[in-house]
């Protein structure tokens, strides 16, 4: 099982971001994804979750309203798209995968996760 994120880079204040995680050694439609961020000197948060064989989501609050995760089954992809970003938002992004869809309030848990990747950073600045 790999996982290899990728799109993350420099944006200004109020743009965008499409993050994208490339799974191999797995069929997606049998496996749950989700992506955290760490700053430094911070705790791993959880942003969203995605079970891509019935499209079931989370989200997390800090997220909520600017972000839209989706997958693309065939291509084996899983993109987050994060919008107004700001400079709080600064911080390394990485995918996770599991067996189980894992139900409100312990989706954000980061030990619910077994696979990681290594992360892409996104840095927020003027």
């Known amino acids: 099982v790999q996982l290899v994120e990728s799109g993350g880079g420099l944006v200004q204040p109020g743009g965008s971001v499409r993050l994208s995680c490339v799974v191999t050694?797995?069929?997606?439609?049998?496996?749950?994804v989700a992506w955290f961020r760490q700053a430094p000197g911070k705790e791993r948060e959880a942003l969203s979750a995605?079970?891509?064989?019935?499209?079931?989501?989370h989200y997390g609050d800090s997220v909520m309203g600017r972000s839209t995760i989706s997958s693309d089954n065939g291509q084996k992809t899983v993109h987050l798209h994060l919008r107004d970003l700001m400079p709080g938002d600064t911080a390394k992004y990485y995918c996770?995968?599991?067996?189980?869809?894992?139900?409100?309030?312990?989706?954000?848990?980061?030990?619910?996760?077994?696979?990681w990747g290594q992360g892409t950073q996104v840095t927020v600045s003027s």
């Open positions: 995605i079970s891509p064989k019935d499209g079931r989501t």
């Open positions: 996770a995968a599991d067996l189980f869809f894992p139900r409100p309030g312990f989706w954000d848990q980061s030990t619910r996760w077994n696979y």
């Open positions: 050694g797995f069929t997606l439609d049998s496996y749950a």
